[in-house]
């Protein structure tokens, strides 16, 4: 379940997350953290990681 989970999360990242253009533009405009708040709470892939992340613990 864990290997399978984590399995998701990185698919999730690699195919949405890696060169996403909001992500890049909330960190020229903010800070890292701006932009990692703005993904875990705003962005509908973002929810999701976290989502499955919450299934790990």
């Keep these: 379940m864990k290997q399978e989970t984590l399995y998701k999360i990185n698919q999730l990242e690699e195919k949405y ?14 800070s890292h ?9 705003q962005c509908s892939v ?8 919450n299934q790990l613990q």
């Design 17 to 30: 997350c890696h060169g996403c253009l909001l992500k890049k533009l909330n960190r020229d405009r903010g």
């Design 33 to 41: 953290t701006s932009a990692h708040k703005f993904c875990i709470s």
């Design 46 to 53: 973002g929810l999701k990681i976290r989502s499955h992340g």
